[in-house]
């Protein structure tokens, strides 16, 4: 028997007509479309004209944008975040510093305590690591940790630090510690593997990105601030009500407005009753940064004479 072209035309006209090309009307099959898009497709009927019509309709069709993201309160705080994070990683080697720190362990509020540190930021090169972070704190008050000595190095001593005590715990010798074990995190809230600018910044992020994903918070800008002398922009978060994942009530970070780096960040609990002030969960202090005086690997090495991990 034989068919005429038209006729096969005719055919897969019907074909295509009858539910194949279906998917294509604006993402619908023929039993989502409305009488109103119904009306619209004129072209329910075999033939050249049935075959054409939808084949034009497809050629039309623009693809559908996606939703803009909603603006969150928190992301002018993380854009800066990013870029402070981006100025560390890029222009900053190493740096000194003095350290005051003070945390909240088990309900109980510690002393400042002070420290001198030096840093080393981790350097990459084609996916390996160039330089390893690498951290020195020598402890300078209060009585209770005076001459505390830390050394650590990435990727040395097989990922653990080195620390030996102050004044008459001295004659009990250098410790090698796991980082996160329970000894070195006595009286600590995070390992001193996190101790840092860079450290800091990326902890933000997190946190930033975190709460994001949990709803709204409260986020000021507020200029005039000091820290040892120098001019400082804070930015503060707050969250009102202690619910998810948020650990702090309100949070405050100070921006070097010349670094663009922050060099203070307070957080503080929600108040026990109402009519109470919040209270000192964390804080961390940088000051006299010095950035790039050229450390070297003598700066984190326990034999250094200037240290005392090998003294009685």
């Given amino acids: 028997m034989k068919i005429s072209l038209n006729r096969i035309v005719a055919l897969a006209g019907v074909a295509l007509l009858s539910g194949f090309h279906a998917p294509f009307v604006c993402g619908q099959t023929a039993e989502q479309m409305t009488p109103a898009a119904a009306s619209a497709n004129p072209g329910q009927q075999t033939g050249e004209r049935g075959l054409n019509e939808p084949v034009y309709r497809v ?6 944008q996606p939703a803009a993201p909603v603006p969150h309160s928190l992301d002018p705080a993380l854009a800066i975040a990013h870029q402070s994070l981006a100025i560390v990683q890029g222009s900053i080697n190493d740096y000194t510093a003095k350290l005051v720190k003070r ?34 704190v020598a402890f300078l008050k209060p009585a209770a940790v005076k001459g505390r000595e830390v050394v650590f190095v990435e990727n040395q001593n097989q990922g653990k630090f080195m620390v030996h005590e102050g004044g008459m715990k001295r004659m009990l010798g250098t410790h090698t510690l796991e980082p996160t074990g329970w000894l070195a995190m006595q009286g600590q809230r995070y390992p001193v593997t996190e101790i840092g600018l860079e450290n800091l910044v990326a902890k933000l992020i997190e946190r930033g990105e975190r709460d994001k994903r949990h709803g709204e918070c409260n986020v000021q800008f507020l200029e005039g601030a000091k820290v040892s002398g ?20 309100i949070a405050q970070v ?20 109402p009519g109470q002030q919040p209270e ?33």
């Fill in 230 to 249: 120098r001019a400082c922009t804070v930015i503060q978060v707050e969250h009102p009500d202690k619910v998810g994942p948020y650990d702090f009530h």
């Fill in 280 to 312: 000192v969960l964390e804080e961390y202090t940088y000051q006299d940064i010095k950035f790039n005086v050229g450390l070297t690997d003598a700066d984190f090495d326990a034999n250094n004479p200037e240290y005392g991990f090998h003294k009685k």
């Fill in 254 to 273: 100070f921006l070097d407005n010349e670094y663009r780096i922050p060099v203070r960040y307070a957080a503080y609990t929600w108040p026990k009753a």
């Fill in 103 to 136: 945390e909240r362990i088990d309900e109980t509020l510690g002393e400042h305590e002070y420290m001198f540190i030096k840093i080393r930021n981790r350097k990459m090169n084609n996916g390996q690591i160039a330089v390893p972070f690498s951290v020195y």
């Fill in 59 to 64: 050629s039309k069709n623009q693809p559908v």
